[in-house]
């Protein structure tokens, strides 16, 4: 396992995280909640951001056993009753983060594509970056719209979900990421083809946009 290309790997992981929260914390602001610019999280400083766990090891290992690679930082602080629209603006505010990350990855893709970089032709660096960029982006992406709290995911479906699935999602939401792992861990293979066949779905969707 080449060293460098685990130093890469992270510093593509952190740049991806904080541009996701910091989405989350830009959105909120935008529909009057200004809890995360009071918190200082509207910057792109890592330590605002950064978990250790979430940001540096669980993707550190995941790459290393050759899994698709996703992780998360610090949640951004959003309060929920200063927003326009409540459910809707929540949804909204957990949207932007995924989109950050698909439009990340799309950008490098076109990027890549019209200057070759995807295909080899800056040499196999330059390949592997553009190659990490797009698909750790296209798990974060994936990975965190995972409808189960406290993922992004789960706050949209709140915000389309009927009355009465709302309290179930609720009462879940302090051992949400705890059934998240549960669930990585007993269905890791399935859960495993789901990520990449989504990464790899949404690559050809962007092969089709250019018409490759």
């Given at each position: 396992?080449?060293f460098?290309?685990?130093?890469i790997?992270?510093?593509?992981?952190?740049?991806?995280v904080?541009l996701h929260?910091?989405?989350?914390?830009?959105?909120a602001?935008?529909l009057?909640?200004r809890?995360?610019k009071d918190?200082?999280?509207l910057?792109?400083?890592?330590?605002?951001?950064?978990?250790?766990f979430?940001?540096i090891l669980v993707p550190?290992i995941?790459y290393?056993?050759q899994?698709?690679?996703?992780?998360g930082?610090?949640?951004v602080?959003?309060?929920?009753?200063?927003?326009?629209?409540r459910e809707?603006?929540?949804?909204l505010v957990?949207?932007?983060?995924?989109l950050t990350n698909?439009l990340?990855?799309?950008?490098?893709f076109?990027?890549?594509?019209?200057?070759?970089?995807?295909?080899?032709a800056g040499g196999?660096?330059t390949?592997?970056?553009f190659?990490?960029?797009?698909?750790?982006?296209l798990g974060?992406?994936?990975f965190?719209?995972i409808p189960?709290p406290?993922?992004?995911g789960s706050?949209i479906l709140?915000?389309?979900?009927p009355d009465?699935?709302?309290?179930?999602?609720?009462?879940?939401e302090?051992y949400g990421?705890i059934?998240?792992?549960?669930?990585?861990?007993?269905?890791?293979?399935?859960?495993?083809?789901?990520?990449?066949?989504?990464?790899n779905?949404i690559?050809?969707?962007f092969?089709?946009?250019v018409g490759s």
């Open positions: 396992m080449n460098g290309y685990i130093i790997v992270l510093v593509i992981v952190v740049g991806s904080i929260e910091l989405a989350h914390g830009a959105v602001y935008w009057g909640d809890t995360a918190a200082g999280r910057t792109l400083n890592p330590i605002k951001h950064i978990d250790p979430m940001s550190v995941l290393i056993l899994a698709p690679v996703f992780g930082a610090k949640p602080p959003v309060n929920y009753y200063n927003l326009k629209w809707w603006g929540m949804a957990a949207l932007a983060g995924p698909f990340l990855a799309f950008v490098f076109l990027i890549g594509h019209f200057t070759g970089a995807i295909y080899g196999e660096l390949f592997f970056i190659q990490e960029i797009i698909f750790i982006n974060f992406m994936i965190n719209l189960i406290p993922l992004d706050r709140y915000a389309i979900a009465g699935f709302r309290p179930i999602l609720a009462s879940i302090r990421i059934i998240v792992y549960a669930l990585i861990l007993l269905f890791g293979q399935f859960f495993s083809s789901f990520m990449i066949n989504g990464m779905g690559v050809n969707f092969y089709w946009i």
